[in-house]
Every structure is written in C-alpha cells, then in structure tokens.
C-alpha cells in the first residue's frame, strides 16, 4: 500500500515535457472539424462548403442498422469513396453505430473490421482514427482500440484538447447543434496555449435526428468565422504532424473521471 501511494505521487506530480509528445509547437486557432454517423447531407451540403473554403475534415462513418424511415437520408459507400477522392479523411464510427462500452472484443473488432475493409474494397485508405459512438466507452474499449493500432479516438466532453494531458483515445470535442451557437463560438477562442479545438458534427442538416441537426447557414457562419480569424482548420489525421499519439499513450495515463459527454 506504501508503495502504491508513493506511485501515486509520483504520476500526479511527473510534469511532462512538450518535446516528448509534440512534433513542434500546436499553433494558436488551430480547429479540427469531424462529421458523425454519415447522412447524405455530408455530400451535397458539407463537402462542397468545405472545399469552398479550404478546409480539412474527418468523415467518422457507420451504417446504422434498417430501421431508419429512408436510405436516402444516408450516404452510400460511393459517396464515402467520393469525400476520399475529394482528400478528406474517412475514419470509423462502427459498422451500425454500436454503444463500444458493451461490446466483447470479439464483437468490436468485427464492427471495427467491416468498416476497415469496406474502405479497403473502394481503395479508401484504412482507418487509423475512431469516434465513440454516442460517447459511449469505458477502458475495456481504449484497450481494444490500442490492440488495433488506432491514433486517436474522439470521444465528447464540451472542451478543448490538451496534447499533454488528454490521452489520444479520449480526444474531447464540442457537439453543435441548432441551439449552442454562442457556446461553439466561444469555444472557437479557446484554441490556443497548446490546446486544440475539435467540433462533433452531425447533419447539415440532419433530417432523422434533429437533435443534433445544424442549419447549412449556421454551418456557413461557422466557416466564414474561422476564415475570416485565421484559423487552421485539419482532420483528425493531420493532428500527427504535431503530436506523436504513441509517446503520448505511453505517458499520459487514460482519465475516464473527466466529463467526456454531454
């Protein structure tokens, strides 16, 4: 017990250094911008908008199960192809949008793996970042992740990431919805000082679940903003030409206390 309170002192006192995890300095306003769960509107609305400004983006993609009212509301895996082309990144948010904190690894690697090798089939590139499905995780599942050799894995929490505090599968990102404009604009300023901001978004708009639906003209807002600011705006993927995630898994222990949901 004596021993274990001395670790215990130790791990909360190790200050860790910037150039053991960061590749070079994170930049102030820099934006990762990621969309959920794959509606159509990610195609015609999202894409466009986004290669109208520029920016980069991660497509976390599912195929929820059939019981949604139209198929059509969805993108299908020649769109998802399409993004690719277009130079984004497509990444995994399981194959039917499962709750990952139930799952055995038996069942989370065959939901990780139908996504894998649906993208390879298309000549997408294979994952290397996940989404937690509704926010839904425990530490059986960064265990699960780390044995399929994922980067980062984002998960919820309504604040900015830290690199040299937040392991990389606990990557915590704000939600938008139709109803948290000033919030996602207040959040916009606290990337800086090494923190990154990183935006969960769903529809645009999103016509099957319009509770987390955001209106194409507040995405345009959105957009302008952070054009308009100077700000960086990346994938998830491109977040590894700052941060080395295996030093950082190896030296920041996973902290499932923080608020990683709304």
Known sequence: MRFLILLL????SYTISPAQILKKPIP???VVLTFDDAPASQYYVVAPMLQEFGFGATFFVCEFQPNYADSTLYMNWRQIQEL????FEIANHTHTHANVSKLTQVEFN????YIEEKCDSLGIAKPINFAYPGYGLNGQALRFLD???YVFARAGGSRAYDPLKDHPYLVPSWATDDTN??????????????KIVIMTIHGV???EHPWVNTPPELFREYLQYLEDNDFTVISMRDLEDYIDAEEAKRLILPDLAK????
């Open 259 to 262: 608020k990683l949901a709304n």
């Open 205 to 207: 708009p999103d016509i």
């Open 147 to 149: 044995k399929k050799n």
């Open 28 to 30: 102030d306003k820099l």
């Open 110 to 113: 065959k939901q990780l793996t």
């Open 181 to 194: 404009k000033e919030e996602i604009f207040s959040s916009f300023k606290q990337a800086r000082d090494g």
């Open 84 to 87: 690719d082309k277009m130079g």
């Open 9 to 12: 002192g130790f791990l909360t």
